[in-house]
């Protein structure tokens, strides 16, 4: 499939411009036809109603199994549910009543009932509380008044549903208020007994607290424990340095020689654990925590006291220690005074220890409380919005039950159109005509992605995957009234000459790149203008000054002899000169190429070009084309002439040109623009196949009257452009 670009398009566009002209005026004439004799118009004609928000918003409740209320939700969306009430049946039927009263109509009430719903349309615009009611009809009176009766009908019908409902109401909401009411009671008794047992108002205060708690109490009781062993190690010292067993220096002074230290560090140690009890409670600025922390204070320095005391008597009285010197004495007091805070520390740090874990067994009870008092909470809530909407309802029912109004007001009364709606008869002549251009356009795209031949040379090129060397525009004998028709090329006014020459000049320097120099001419098509074409190519390069050579190889219909008037002898056509070739070289080993100038033709006109004719009509030449004779010709013509030109028969005529091609450098195609697609495709692949490139293509086109009128201008214009001695040369 082709490609086209937006550029393509349009080009293709503006050259059948004439046929979607051609398309838009006869959809305009037909369009307005139409509008004048078939169509009629409609008119519209819209009432604005206005949905006002009187109710409180609307809550559904229900009784599920065990007299538990189900969860509220919204009813739907009013605005909707008010557009579908309009266009029932019901509204339809009343509004059909009053037109066809008025109008006298005489149709069945259903089919006037569904023409009524046919006839209007509903919408709410976004964003708003506004109901449209538009109604359509070819009478612009009847369709306001189909307007007016819907939106009238729909405003009475809405206040008789309120008044019927409202009985219903009341006693609904009051059984559903008690109902709540009672569930409701129930739920908050079940929050009070809970907060009551737990002695808690507020979990997430108390979980907070404790936290802090048990934070504040590990580290008082890692510190303790921390001094617990500073002081253990201090009393290992000591004894080491007095030399004695120090529970039993502790045991004598503090327990055997004074029931009075016993009796204080018993106060001392209970003082402590009140300390620590009172502290997982209170902070320690509280005024308990600052009376038995000065108790404690008191109490070590009865305990100082007494040591001193008690060491100094019980070291002179004792015969098994002697304590003779006051720096023993003092040791013996730092043992004690040890002993005694290392005993109270442990037993602080033994209390702080119960505390912590009591208190992380209320943190781990916490959560379950807060979940069972959360669903206590949430139902209380639940309950009491319940109970609240049910009495907010109740008092509504009891205003509405005073005076009733309608919560459906008309803002905007449907007034009778002057004008019709769109399409109007104008905007129908418009629509066929756009559809008629619309149509023209796609039928000139249909036609051109249809169409099985070529507009432009490079879609040759890219089928044939081989260069264009020219485009000749081409006339037939019957418009092109040249005396020379044949080398159209010597007519140097002539731009058929011109786009001969370009031929040429893309041949030679093709032909130089590729250092390739012997050619098959053969035609996409069935006809002998490839004949002409090669004439005028041959020429072309005769005039450049090179040997050009010319074989007829169409043994079927050769005519390069009739073209140039050469007088027909069999005994020197190329059938002859390939069966004296044959025959020398089977008889003598080889042929003498002296014999060669006798089949040779040299023009009078042009010096540097001969031709080798071909005069007999052979029906089948295929013991001319593959005998060895035709190769060792073309190889020793390839010698002698720097170009060598074949003209074959057409390309799918018969296989000639394929046979001939294996001997040269390539085949040149002569194609018109005209050829079809298919064609050129068997072409290229018959080529392909047989792995014999395309060296060229040279596209003919056909011209008609005008361009002949055109190229004697081209004449007179490079005429008077020339002197005057060489204008002359010029033909007429």
């Known amino acids: 499939m082709e490609s086209l670009t937006l550029g393509k398009v349009f080009n293709i566009l503006r050259n059948n411009l004439k046929i979607i002209l051609l398309f838009t005026i006869t959809g305009l004439i037909i369009g307005a036809f139409y509008a004048v004799t078939v169509f009629k118009p409609i008119y519209k004609s819209t009432a604005k109603l206005l949905i006002k928000n009187n109710t409180p918003t609307e809550y559904i409740t229900a009784l599920g199994a065990g007299n538990d209320l189900t969860a509220l939700s ?38 006037g009932a569904s023409l009524m719903q046919k006839a209007i349309s509903v919408q709410n615009p976004v964003g708003t509380d506004i109901i449209e009611i538009t109604a359509k009809w070819s009478s612009p009176k009847i369709a306001a008044d189909i307007a007016n009766g819907f939106a009238t009908a729909y405003i009475g019908g809405n206040v008789d549903q309120s008044k019927q409902g409202l009985v219903q109401s009341q006693a609904t909401i009051s059984k559903e208020l008690l109902t709540a009411q009672a569930s ?45 062993g500073a002081e253990k190690n201090r009393v290992s010292s000591i004894a080491e340095k007095l030399g004695i067993d120090w529970h039993n220096a502790i045991n004598s002074v503090a327990l055997g020689h004074n029931a009075n230290i016993t009796a204080i560090q018993t106060r001392l140690g209970e003082a402590e654990e009140e300390l620590a009890g009172l502290s997982t409670k209170y902070a320690p600025t509280h005024p308990a925590m600052i009376a038995v922390n000065s108790r404690i204070g008191q109490i070590r320095g009865e305990l100082a006291d007494q040591i001193r005391q008690t060491v100094g008597g ?21 043992l004690v005074a040890s002993e005694a805070s290392y005993r109270g520390l442990a ?53 509405r039950e005073s005076g009733i109004i309608s919560n459906i007001s008309m803002i905007d009364l449907p007034s009778v159109p002057l004008n019709p709606a769109f399409p109007g008869r104008t905007q129908i002549a418009a629509m066929f005509a756009m559809f008629g251009a619309l149509l023209g356009i796609a039928s000139v795209m249909v036609m051109y992605l249809t169409k099985d031949t070529y507009d432009e040379v490079e879609q040759i090129e890219e089928e044939l995957k081989a260069p264009v060397l020219g485009v000749i525009p081409w006339l037939d004998k019957q418009t092109y009234n040249e005396p020379n028709a044949l080398l159209a090329i010597d007519d140097n006014a002539s731009y058929y000459s011109l786009a001969y020459q370009r031929v040429v000049s893309s041949l030679r320097i093709r032909g130089y790149n590729t250092s390739s120099k012997s050619f098959v001419f053969s035609s996409t098509e069935f006809s002998k203008s490839r004949s002409t074409v ?31 008037g050469i007088k027909p002898n069999e005994q020197f056509s190329l059938a002859e000169l390939l069966t004296s ?80 091609s294996s001997y040269t450098d390539g085949v040149i195609l002569i194609s018109g623009l005209e050829t079809t697609r298919s064609v050129l495709k068997k072409v290229s692949r018959l080529f392909s196949n047989y792995h014999i490139p395309i060296f060229g293509v040279v596209a003919r086109e056909v011209q008609n009257s005008e361009a002949v009128l055109s190229n004697e201008y081209i004449k007179q214009i490079i005429s008077n452009m020339m002197p005057e001695e060489e204008s002359t040369l010029i033909k007429k």
């Open 314 to 334: 019980s070291l002179e009285n004792a015969q098994e220690i002697l304590i003779s010197d006051p720096v023993r004495t003092s040791m013996m007091e730092s």
């Open 74 to 111: 919204r009813s739907g969306n009013p605005v909707l549910t008010q557009m579908q009430i309009i266009t029932s049946g019901v509204l339809s039927d009343t509004v059909w009543q009053e037109i066809s009263k008025k109008y006298k109509f005489q149709d069945d009430p259903k089919v």
């Open 347 to 399: 037993a602080q740090s033994g209390a702080l220890r119960s505390a912590i874990q009591s208190l992380q067994a209320r943190k781990a009870a916490i959560p379950n409380k807060q979940l069972a008092l959360s669903n206590l909470l949430q139902e209380e809530a639940n309950l009491a919005l319940i109970v609240n909407t049910l009495k907010a309802k109740q008092l509504e029912t009891g205003i």
């Open 534 to 564: 090669l004439m005028n190519i041959a020429y072309g390069l005769s005039r450049a000054g090179r040997s050009v050579i010319v074989v007829d190889a169409d043994f079927r219909t050769p005519s390069i002899h009739k073209e140039f």
């Open 581 to 660: 070739i044959t025959k020398e070289v089977k008889e003598t080993g080889e042929f003498n190429w002296r014999y060669l100038s006798y089949f040779v033709h040299e023009l009078s006109e042009a010096p540097n070009l001969c031709i080798i004719p071909n005069i007999g009509n052979i029906s089948d030449p295929n013991e001319f084309l593959y005998s060895p004779a035709f190769n060792v010709l073309i190889q020793k013509l390839k010698e002698q002439y720097d170009w060598v030109l074949i003209d074959t028969p057409p390309a799918l005529a018969v296989s000639d040109a394929v046979t001939t």
């Open 184 to 228: 409701l009671a129930t739920v908050r008794e079940k929050i009070r007994h809970f907060r009551q047992t737990n002695s808690t108002v507020n979990l997430e205060v108390e979980s907070a607290n404790i936290v802090d708690q048990i934070s504040n109490l590990e580290n008082r009781y890692h510190e303790m424990v921390a001094s617990a």
